[in-house]
């Protein structure tokens, strides 16, 4: 079993609780406009479904994907979204070329392939699916941030749950390792889980994106739209365009 398996399973929520519809909301009020008029939209690796929920509420109409089948249960269930998501692989989209006039993979929904060209056919197959000057708003983790200011070990608390991460960068800053010992202070039990990210800057991302035919275009540092600043901000958000 791959870590994105494990992980993307019933203890995401968990591990995740600040990650709601409210703060999916917030960041949609920042970028929601690019995806007027652009309907249908793809919500890539659409978990549990805070963003399609967020975009729906805005009355887009858009779908989802994502691998997960506990996530994608949530989403059906907690928000109704039957009809709307479908269980499949980012690297192999089980649509039409041409069927979105928009797509959107948020929260560092990307880079868990530790091979690059698996993590470069995620953006191959978005510019398939994307129609003729579509739009493709993308949001990772500032790699350059990370490697210079890594909170190695930290503790907290999610409703019943106690949460001990620590991290570590590995392969000469290629991989964020992050490793949550999440203990079910009910019960007294224990799980472990792995998260493996492969690290992307600024500059390679822009990279594979122009290597695939989608041109940035606006680039961001964080939820509230503020500019970009190297080794500063905590987000790299990206909105590209397909030529």
């Known amino acids: 079993m791959e870590w994105y398996e494990a992980a993307f399973d019933r203890l995401y929520p968990v591990l995740y609780s600040h990650r709601d519809c409210a703060a999916a909301e917030a960041a949609l009020d920042s970028f929601g406009h690019y995806f007027d008029g652009r309907s249908p939209v793809l919500d890539l690796a659409s978990g549990d479904g805070r963003y399609l929920e967020a975009l729906l509420r805005r009355e887009v109409e858009v779908y989802g994907l994502d691998l997960s089948h506990y996530l994608l249960s949530r989403s059906v269930r907690e928000w109704g979204h039957g009809g709307r998501v479908v269980q499949g692989d980012m690297r192999y989209l089980p649509f039409r070329d041409g069927s979105f006039g928009g797509a959107l993979n948020m929260f560092t929904s990307f880079g868990y392939f530790s091979v690059d060209t698996d993590n470069l056919l995620v953006f191959r197959e978005v510019h398939r699916v994307l129609r003729k000057n579509g739009v493709f708003l993308f949001d990772f983790i500032n ?17 019943s749950y106690e949460i001990h991460e620590k991290r570590r ?14 203990t079910n202070r009910d019960t007294n ?16 991302l822009v990279m594979m994106f122009e290597s695939t035919g989608l041109s940035p275009r606006d680039l961001y540092g964080d ?11 905590e987000r790299v958000i990206i909105l590209s365009v397909k030529r």
């Open 169 to 182: 960068i590995e392969e000469h800053g290629k991989y964020l390792v992050k490793r949550a010992e999440v």
């Open 143 to 159: 790699a350059e941030k990370i490697a210079s200011e890594l909170l190695e070990e930290s503790h907290r608390e999610s409703g």
């Open 189 to 204: 039990h224990k799980e472990t889980i792995t998260e493996r990210l492969r690290l992307y800057t600024r500059a390679d």
């Open 223 to 233: 939820y509230a739209g503020n500019e970009f600043v190297d080794g500063v901000s």
